[in-house]
Nanobody, 124 residues
C-alpha cells in the first residue's frame, strides 16, 4: 500500500501563493495528480504529472497560475499555486496512479492511492 502525505496548506489572502507538497512512501513509477474538493462540491482535477516529469496537464482555470512538479529522488510531488482566488478554497488531495502507469490523467478513477488532504483557504 502506497501512503501519501500532503502538507503546505493554510490560510492565504486572495492573490497570494502557497506551495503544497506530497510525500509518497515508495516509488511507484507512476503518474501523480492533485485534486481538490470544496464544501458541497464534487472532487475535481487540478493538475497531473508523468513519472519522468516530462508531461504535465492542468485544469483550464489554473493554467498559468499553478505549476506541478516532482522530485523522484525525494519521493515528493509539489503544487505551486499563485494568484489564488477565494473560490479555490478547498481540501487539496494528492494521488498516485497504479504502479508503473507512468502517464498523466485527469480522471480520479484512474488513481489508486490518495492522501488525506490538506486544507487551503483563500480569503477575499
Amino acid at each position: 500500500q502506497v501512503h501519501l502525505v500532503e502538507s503546505g496548506g493554510g490560510l492565504v489572502q486572495a492573490g497570494g501563493s502557497l506551495r503544497l507538497s506530497c510525500v509518497y512512501s515508495e516509488r511507484t513509477f507512476s503518474g501523480m495528480g492533485w485534486f481538490r474538493q470544496a464544501p458541497g462540491k464534487e472532487r475535481e482535477f487540478v493538475a497531473s504529472i508523468s513519472f519522468t516529469g516530462d508531461y504535465m496537464i492542468y485544469e483550464d482555470t489554473v493554467k498559468g497560475r499553478f505549476t506541478i512538479s516532482r522530485d523522484n529522488a525525494k519521493n515528493t510531488v509539489y503544487l505551486q499555486m499563485n494568484s489564488l482566488k477565494p473560490e479555490e478554497t478547498a481540501v487539496y488531495y494528492c494521488a498516485a496512479r497504479k504502479k508503473q502507469n507512468w502517464n498523466t490523467s485527469s480522471k480520479s478513477i484512474e488513481y489508486d492511492y490518495w492522501g488525506q488532504g490538506t486544507q487551503v483557504t483563500v480569503s477575499s
